[in-house]
């Protein structure tokens, strides 16, 4: 499984535990940044994971801010994402088996290092349930896109 992750400055040291905990799942990680703690803007974050994930050149991707809520905003307004914002193993599982979320979306300021790193590993081995009723609501949130 290949991964791209992302964060901004309020995010940087959740995203190195995040990485960490990839690793135990071999997943490959591509990382767009941040490095530091200097300021950066979460939608230009947001975009660059969320292009690899429309683009197939990553699986899934993961979005980190102070909050995860204006990340995971902005990586909604791309066409083709399923971000879900996360702080809990239950919904991170029902984002995957349910909503097919393809962007993990969490708070750096939020979020505690082992919360975080149970989220991650529940979104990870979680796979979507394929039901008729899930898969006709994604189809009905993909035609949401299109409309103005």
Known sequence: MKITIGSD???????????????????EVTDVGTFGTDSVDYPDIAEKV?????????????VLCGTGIGISIAAN?????RCALCNDVFSAKMSREHN??????????????????????AWIQ??????ERHTRR???ISALESRP
């Open 100 to 121: 097919n979320a393809n962007v993990l979306a969490m708070g750096g300021r939020v979020l505690g290092f082992g919360s975080a790193s149970e989220i991650v590993r």
């Open 126 to 131: 979680t796979d979507f349930s394929h039901g």
């Open 9 to 27: 400055h309020g995010a940087v040291a959740l995203k190195e535990e995040v990485k960490k905990v990839l690793a135990e799942f071999g997943v």
């Open 50 to 62: 969320c292009a690899d994930v429309v683009s197939n050149t990553a699986d899934r991707g993961i």
């Open 77 to 81: 307004k791309i066409k083709g994402i």
């Open 138 to 140: 994604i189809e009905k």
